[in-house]
C-alpha cells in the first residue's frame, strides 16, 4: 500500500510524527517491512525523530544516500530492495526504512522531473514492501500534487485549530482520503466525533492523535523509537496507555478506509 501524508499548511499537524507513528504502528500490527519516503526537503523529516540528541552520530554513517542518490542509482540498475535498503536509515529491528529528501538543489532546481522521480520509486518500493510511508511536502506544489496521484491513500494532517480545521472545505477530494487531527494542545477539545459533525466528508475516515508531551519530547530528542518500544508492555495502568490506545485506534481506521474505500 502506498499512502502519502500531506498538510495543507507548513508546520501544521505534525505530518512528520504522524507519519512515524502509524508506520511503528504498522511493524506491531503487520509485523512486516515498512518503507517510509521522505519526500518534503523544507521539513525536518521523521528520521530526525531517531537521530537527533545522543543518536546523531548515526547520520554519519553513510554520506551519500537517500531520495537523489536512489534516483541516480536506478538509471544504471533495476530497482530492487537491497537497493533501496542501502540508501536508507533502517529501525525497528531491520522492519522499518527511512529514505531521506536529499538535496534541496534536486527538488529545487527540477520539480517536474524530481516529481516523477520520486512517484517512480514509490511505485516500485511497493513492490518490494508491505507498506510505502510518504512524507510529501506541504501546501500546494507540484511534488505534493503528483505524490497524491500515485498514493492509494492520502492523509491529510491538520493542527488542532479552529483556523486549521476550516481549510478542510479548500482541500481537494481525493478517491481514497484519511484525516489525522494533531498536534493537539490541552485547550483544544476537537474529537473524532465533533469533527465529523462539523464536516459530513471526515465521517468514517478520520481520527484525532491525542496530545502527549513525552512523545514529542522524545522526538526532539531522537529517542522516538525508544518511546514506541514501550508500547509492547503498555498495560491499562500506564500512564502512557490512552495514548498508545488512540494511536491504535487511528492506524485501524485508516487502514478499514483504504481496503474498503467506501464510507464506513
Not at 553513510?62 to 536509515?89: I, M, P, W
Not at 527511512?98 to 516500485?124: D, M
Not at 494532517?157 to 481525493?174: D, F, G, M, T, W
Amino acid at each position: 500500500m502506498k499512502i502519502v501524508f500531506w498538510s495543507p499548511t507548513p508546520f501544521s499537524g505534525r505530518k512528520s510524527s504522524n507519519l512515524l507513528l502509524m508506520a511503528f504502528q504498522a511493524v506491531a500490527e503487520e509485523g512486516g517491512e515498512q518503507f517510509v519516503i521522505h519526500a518534503d526537503e523544507g521539513g525536518s523529516g521523521p528520521e530526525h525523530f531517531l537521530l537527533s540528541g545522543r543518536y546523531r552520530i548515526r547520520m554519519m554513517e553513510q554520506r551519500e544516500f537517500g531520495v537523489e542518490l536512489l534516483d541516480k542509482t536506478l538509471h544504471c540498475e533495476r530497482f530492487d530492495k537491497e537497493l533501496a535498503v542501502n540508501a536508507s536509515y533502517t529501525f525497528a529491528g531491520g522492519k522499518m526504512h527511512i529514505l531521506p529528501a536529499g538535496s534541496s538543489f534536486f527538488y529545487q532546481e527540477r520539480e517536474e522531473k524530481a516529481a516523477q522521480a520520486v512517484a517512480g520509486i514509490i511505485k516500485r518500493a511497493a513492490e518490494c514492501f508491505q507498506n510505502v510511508w510518504v512524507e510529501a511536502p506541504a501546501g500546494k506544489s507540484v511534488l505534493a500534487e503528483e505524490l497524491c496521484r500515485t498514493a492509494d491513500l492520502v492523509v491529510v494532517n491538520l493542527a488542532q485549530s479552529p483556523s486549521e480545521a476550516a481549510k478542510i472545505v479548500q482541500i481537494p477530494v481525493y478517491e481514497k482520503e484519511f484525516f489525522l487531527i494533531g498536534a493537539h494542545e490541552k485547550r483544544c477539545t476537537y474529537t473524532r466525533h465533533n469533527m465529523t459533525l462539523l464536516y459530513p466528508r471526515l465521517y468514517g475516515k478520520c481520527a484525532a492523535i491525542p496530545y502527549q508531551v513525552r512523545y514529542l519530547a522524545a522526538c526532539c530528542a531522537g529517542e522516538a523509537e525508544q518511546f514506541w518500544e514501550r508500547e509492547s508492555h503498555s498495560g491499562e495502568t500506564d500512564v502512557l496507555y490512552p495514548f498508545f490506545k488512540e494511536v491504535k485506534k487511528a492506524y485501524l481506521g485508516l487502514k478499514r478506509c483504504q481496503e474498503e474505500g467506501d464510507v464506513l
